[in-house]
């Protein structure tokens, strides 16, 4: 793990530290009097304390962890101390030893109850690292309970819920985010509510699945996942008129993820024996963005199907230019080419595919994080923003 990227998570202790030391520091002024033997234990603890705090933010969790651990060898009692410990030992993934800790802080008696929310919390984090996903649950669900407005453990449950997908739980913790948050978030209930009508869709209970579907988009109607799984219901149910209009619905909703509904148009315009239609629906979407790799590879397949080889030869070349990488648009051609005799034109640009082979296929990239991927995905595996992965730049 990038100890950096972990580093705000612990501001909040390192602000209890500090003001811990305050504390030390005005306490010292009334018990100047105090033995020598106990003032210098205490120095020796704030300077393990200081230490661990700067090298926690120098990032350098190791000389960190070696510093507060001689703050605890000193005294044992700073449960701040011992939260901020194993929460360096899960960044580092030692997530055994942070169980310790946590759950020894959690069975201290007399604790005050934040600090043990804290440490429990702490401990669902542990479990979750660790990969014991209804252990995790159980523990943030714990935490939920005591303290109902504890946003983070229901941040976390969420996301977990989202792993085990459990989409009706999903859903329900989102709704108490949302009103803890008092934020909208309708496009993440919309994707969540299309996961729930995905799921209903693979059960074969069609009609539950486009209620669901259609909740999705009062949620939020610009959700391009949901008008997509939409549509394939329409489709499968040949009802090829409703796919065709709500997938079109999405290329209006969002140009930019157009692309995701080529194929699908291309087989209900087929299925209705009107494929031409196809042909006029892509020189719009080509109009009004030339740099749409996707379009014009989808145009060149569809001319080159009707005989139009020439056309459908410029489309590649087209794509081509925009990302000279297209391994999709270099191979179509080098199939036109030897089609056409063209044996020399054809090794040239088997030649360019194997160049492009050999770069790593990471074609999306998330607009907030940097991430990139292989696949479109609807919420960043990153960041855990939802709507932020599309095309990268040289890939639209």
């Not at 000389?63 to 410990?85: G, H, P, R, W």
């Not at 008008?227 to 499968?236: E, N, T």
């Not at 020189?283 to 379009?295: G, H, K, L, T, V």
Request: proline share 3%.
């Amino acid at each position: 793990m990038d100890f950096s990227s972990a580093t705000p998570l612990y501001l909040p202790l390192i602000f209890a530290l500090l003001g811990l030391f305050l504390g030390w520091l005005i306490s010292s002024l009334f018990f100047l009097r105090r033995g020598g033997t106990t003032r210098e234990k205490e120095g020796k603890e704030k300077r393990a304390y200081l230490k661990g705090i700067n090298y926690i933010l120098s990032d350098d969790p190791d000389q960190a962890i070696k510093e507060f651990t001689k703050a605890v060898q000193i005294n044992s009692d700073t449960v701040e101390t011992y939260l901020t410990l194993g929460n360096l030992f899960r960044s580092k993934g030692e997530v055994s030893r942070a169980i310790r800790i946590h759950q020894s802080i959690i069975s201290r008696p007399a604790m005050d109850e934040r600090t043990r929310l804290q440490a429990l919390y702490g401990l669902g984090l542990d479990f979750k690292k660790a990969g014991f996903i209804q252990r995790a649950i159980s523990t943030f669900q714990e935490v939920a309970r005591h303290n109902p407005i504890f946003l983070d453990a229901y941040i976390q449950l969420e996301d977990l819920f989202e792993k085990s997908k459990e989409w009706e739980k999903a859903l329900a913790t989102q709704l108490k985010i949302k009103r803890l948050k008092g934020s909208k978030d309708g496009n993440i209930l919309a994707h969540l509510q299309t996961e729930l009508g995905k799921e209903c869709f693979r059960q074969g209970e069609y009609v539950k699945a486009g209620k669901i579907y259609k909740k999705a988009l009062s949620f939020d109607e610009h959700c391009v996942d949901t008008y997509l799984h939409l549509g394939d219901l329409y489709f499968s149910q040949d009802h090829l008129q409703k796919a065709i209009d709500t997938w079109k619905k999405a290329i209006k909703v969002e140009p930019s993820l157009a692309y995701l509904t080529y194929h699908r148009l291309e087989e209900a315009y087929l299925r209705v024996g009107e494929p031409d239609l196809l042909e006029g629906l892509l020189r719009e979407c080509i109009s009004r963005n030339y740099q749409d790799i996707q379009a014009h590879l989808a145009l060149a397949k569809h001319l080159r199907r009707k005989g139009s080889i020439g056309e459908a030869t410029r489309e590649l070349e087209a794509a081509i230019e925009i990302d000279p990488q297209c391994i999709e648009a270099r191979k179509e051609l080098g199939t036109i080419l030897l089609e056409l005799g063209k044996e020399a034109e054809a090794l040239r640009e088997y030649q360019g595919l194997l160049g492009a082979i050999t770069l790593p296929a990471k074609n999306f990239q998330c607009s907030k994080c940097g991430y990139e991927s292989g696949e479109m995905l609807w919420k960043c595996p990153q960041c855990l923003s939802w709507d932020t992965i599309g095309l990268k730049s040289n890939s639209a």
